[in-house]
């Protein structure tokens, strides 16, 4: 039986663990094959994509780059406003680099249009994104977004990195979580 950890809120697993493991391996593999002799700077956006990027690294063979950066933005606690602040900006010049930026989710695509704009500033070599999940909504990320772990319905989610209310973000599991504003 799922354990709701004591939050009324929390509902079904929408991705096991061995789906994300099974999954995240393949596009770790893609990403080696895409990358060969120009290995990229994975600029993982914090907090939510730090398990993630954890675990795709090590499904990457080549030698890559690590950074962060922590953005936070406005908006009500289940949807984001598109007003973006860098909270901790990257450590390393992204210039002549291949830059692969690792989000946790696109839901509008707002934040993600927000970073892309602001990092292609920095003159990189190529920009591509690697979301572990994007959401079903009118938006289309499919141009924005070369690598999707998965595409999921317009719900909700925490677990494996994603919060709410900075809560569950060690669950193994995707899963749903119910809340008023959350449609
Ligand atoms: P967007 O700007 O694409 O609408 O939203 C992207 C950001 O909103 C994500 O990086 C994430 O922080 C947050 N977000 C969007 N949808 C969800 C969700 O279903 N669950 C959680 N925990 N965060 C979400």
Not at 41 to 63: N, Q, S, T
Not at 153 to 158: A, M, R, Y
Request: charged share 25%; hydrophobic share 40%; glycine share 8%.
């Amino acid at each position: 039986m799922q354990s709701n950890g004591g939050d009324p809120h929390l509902g079904p697993i929408l991705i096991s663990h061995d789906d994300l493991h099974s999954r995240i391996g393949a596009l770790g593999a893609q990403i080696t094959a895409d990358y060969q002799g120009r290995p990229p700077l994975m600029v993982g956006v914090l907090k939510g994509a730090f398990v993630f990027m954890a675990d795709l690294v090590r499904c990457i063979d080549l030698p890559v780059e690590v950074d962060f950066m922590a953005v936070s933005s406005y908006g009500s606690a289940t949807k984001t406003s598109g007003v973006v602040r860098i909270v901790k900006d990257l450590d390393v010049d992204l210039t002549d680099r291949h830059v692969l930026l690792v989000e946790d989710i696109v839901d509008s695509g707002l934040t993600l249009s927000y970073l892309r704009k602001n990092l292609m500033a920095r003159g990189p070599a190529s920009l591509e994104v690697c979301a572990l999940l994007a959401k079903q909504t009118e938006h289309d990320v499919d141009d924005e977004v070369r690598y999707v772990g998965f595409d999921i319905p317009d719900e909700f989610v925490v677990g494996y990195g994603l919060d709410v209310a900075e809560r569950h973000r060690n669950l193994r599991d995707v899963r749903q979580y119910l809340t008023d504003d959350a449609t």
